[in-house]
């Protein structure tokens, strides 16, 4: 990020003057931009998933065919038409799936589990194939088509999605 935007961002008001945990600023995105119904929803949804964590929230529209095999952490926002098929699907603490992402089942391996790690971020129209993991701290972005495992804190995209760029977000250098 160049020093001007940088310096701009830092003027808004609900930005802090530093650079968070990954965690922490998702967590204060999510509470000054999710409307109260997608909080209901959350609360209405949360007691049908094998585990789900406190601050659940959910947007229209999202499907999960078998939640009794989902696993949710805290924070964890499931976006607008997110198609989640009968697979075993991890998400840890504070992690965006944004709308209209597609998790999809893979012949070579039935039952193995999808995980997203703590404060990862899938970006609209990403398409998952089952069985890959994605890194603590990494952004996945729109349109994106993930078909290996993703490390921690780096961004990926394209179809097949690979590595973009490697940051560590506690600095601002890449």
């Not at 530093?18 to 007691?47: N, Q, Y």
């Not at 709308?99 to 089942?105: A, E, L, M, Q």
């Not at 078909?147 to 999605?161: I, Y």
Request: hydrophobic residues 40%.
């Amino acid at each position: 990020m160049n020093n001007k935007l940088t310096n701009d961002l830092r003027l808004h008001p609900h930005l802090p003057d530093h650079e968070p945990e990954p965690h922490a600023f998702m967590k204060r995105f999510m509470e000054m931009t999710l409307s109260i119904a997608c909080k209901a929803r959350g609360l209405r949804l949360a007691p049908h998933f094998a585990a789900c964590g406190e601050g659940f929230t959910a947007d229209f529209g999202a499907v999960v065919v078998n939640p009794k095999s989902v696993r949710l952490g805290d924070g964890v926002y499931l976006g607008r038409y997110v198609h989640i098929p009968d697979i075993p699907l991890i998400v840890e603490d504070h992690v965006l799936i944004g709308p209209y992402v597609t998790f999809v089942t893979s012949a070579d391996h039935p039952a193995a589990a999808t995980v997203l790690r703590e404060g990862c971020w899938l970006a609209a129209h990403v398409t998952l194939r089952q069985g890959v993991t994605i890194g603590a701290g990494s952004t996945v972005a729109a349109g994106s088509y993930v078909l290996e495992d993703v490390p921690d804190r780096v961004l990926v995209g394209g179809n097949p999605a690979a590595i973009l760029k490697s940051y560590d977000r506690r600095s601002s250098s890449p």
